[in-house]
């Protein structure tokens, strides 16, 4: 099993819905968790942290962890084609130094 | 402004040949990685430093070669023991000192064989 999974295939929605990205990871002594927004060509740029059960608001993007089930999600509300880019799950695990392990990335698409 | 600066932005490697990325950071971070990024395959951890003078690989380390002689510097050596180097190379840093400070990412170098 991956320390970090996420839906790989590409994620199409049309411009102002909803764009839901899930990612689950494998151990459950990890206490943080983070989204990238990866631009074709650029490099990752941090969105999102959070480290407690629950939602986390910011704008337009709204983080939900849930420590039980093993599953952080990014919520995109009103999305706009400037949201459409790879988006990666990261997880710091545990261990002697900041350990982040990255998901693969799903690409998102907004169609205006 | 703050930030960590990578160059060059391309670079371009001959057969047999070593190159060594820039990596350069102003946020007084600690803790300084490198990552390289192939397609479909995510971020893969090369080695991570968390002090000046110590480093340790990570989980490709082979063929790769680095030092941290300043805290503001992490150079990636790319030596011609790594057969298949074309990729994008990421330098990140973070303050590991907080304890859960998500890293932060240069620009990347995009490196390609000749």
Known sequence: QKEVEQNSGPLSVPEGAIASLNCTYSDRGSQSFFWYRQYSGKSPELIMSIYSNGDKEDGRFTAQLNKASQYVSLLIRDSQPSDSATYLCAVNLPGGYQKVTFGIGRKLQVIP | ?114
């Not at chain 2, 510097?73 to 990729?87: C, E, G, H, I, R």
């Open chain 2, 1 to 114: 402004d703050g930030g960590i600066t990578q160059s060059p932005k391309y670079l371009f490697r001959k057969e047999g040949q070593n190159v060594t990325l820039s990596c350069e950071q102003n946020l007084n971070h600690d803790a300084m990685y490198w990552y390289r990024q192939d397609p479909g395959q995510g971020l893969r951890l090369i080695y991570y430093s968390q002090i000046v003078n110590d480093f340790q690989k990570g989980d490709i380390a082979e063929g790769y070669s680095v030092s941290r002689e300043k805290k503001e510097s992490f150079p990636l050596t790319v030596t011609s023991a790594q057969k298949n180097p074309t990729a994008f190379y990421l330098c990140a840093s973070s303050s590991p000192g907080q304890g859960n400070q998500p890293q932060h990412f240069g620009d990347g170098t995009r490196l390609s064989i000749l």
